[in-house]
């Protein structure tokens, strides 16, 4: 009896310090970027393997969106509702990237099931991912944050979301959009 009531308390020891650890990990990969600083320029190839880098799109609003995985329910439903709503972001002059781990293949296989009219990015390294603080990387397990970036046209950072719910962060984003461009 006491060999058992050591053990899971050793196991719940291990199991708080692995936690402790994925959330210092998460948090300090999740620091750095500030608003008004310059966006971080990047190269990265979209869903037809065409490469995009962001200093092309100056004098553009760029919404650069992460996200963990293609076709996966959360990030299938926040893509979907980017799409619905693509015609009001372009007439905001805003260029919208969606960037995950996935391949240009992955990317392309998602873009056609749902018929995304925007550009999704293959950061396969995750090296883009990491300057953003988007990378949630804990050995093995590597994906993208659900996290967004909103790039003014001098490529400054204008707003960062960490907390995305998918269902309405579309209807976010214009929302803010709105409010910057009121000021600019």
Known sequence: MWRKKRWIAGFAGFVSV??????????TQAAGLELGQNAPEF?????????????DYRDYWVVLYFYPKDDTPGCTK????????????????V?????SL????SHQKFSEKYKLPFHLLSDVDGDVTKEY???FHLGPLRYAKRQTFVIDPQGKIAKIYKKVKPSIHSDEVIADLKELRVVD
């Open 18 to 27: 692995c936690w402790l650890l994925m959330v210092m990990m998460t948090q």
């Open 43 to 55: 190269v990265l190839p979209d869903q037809t393997g065409t490469e995009h880098r962001l200093s």
């Open 78 to 93: 926040e893509a979907c509702n980017f799409r619905d709503d693509i015609m009001e972001l372009r007439e905001m002059n």
């Open 95 to 99: 260029q919208l990237f969606g960037v």
């Open 102 to 105: 996935d391949d240009w293949q």
């Open 133 to 135: 603080g988007a990378l």
